[in-house]
Nanobody, 117 residues
Framework: EVQLVESGGGLVQPGGSLRLSCAASGFTFINYAMSWVRQAPGKGLEWVSNINSGGGSTSYADSVKGRFTISRDNAKNTLYLQMNSLKPEDTAVYYC??????????RSQGTQVTVSS
């Protein structure tokens, strides 16, 4: 059974940083590209970032480019999202999952990020 457990969210002031983690199990992690998506209050899901299976290729939404960095540790079956220079509009529940699959509510619990002074 595929399990994805996000962690690392919290309350942070504008300009601050957080590092999200996604612990994966139930599938061969190293074989899959992975993604982060987010859902802000009252809004739909927004794709944030992708990383290929080896970790050498990444892509980002324009809204986070230059501020967020996706990475992975295939030895630990863990995906990361380093978020710097956070803005109030980054407030959302963040979800991880296999790229190209359904990601979000119902698939994992997500981790809440709140950016507020």
């Amino acid at each position: 059974e595929v399990q994805l457990v996000e962690s690392g969210g919290g309350l942070v002031q504008p300009g601050g940083s957080l590092r999200l983690s996604c612990a994966a199990s139930g599938f061969t992690f190293i074989n899959y590209a992975m993604s982060w998506v987010r859902q802000a209050p009252g809004k739909g899901l927004e794709w944030v970032s992708n990383i290929n299976s080896g970790g050498g290729s990444t892509s980002y939404a324009d809204s986070v480019k230059g501020r967020f960095t996706i990475s992975r540790d295939n030895a630990k079956n863990t995906l990361y999202l380093q978020m710097n220079s956070l803005k109030p509009e980054d407030t959302a529940v963040y979800y991880c999952g296999k790229s190209g699959s359904v990601i979000g509510p119902g698939r994992s619990q997500g981790t809440q990020v709140t950016v507020s002074s």
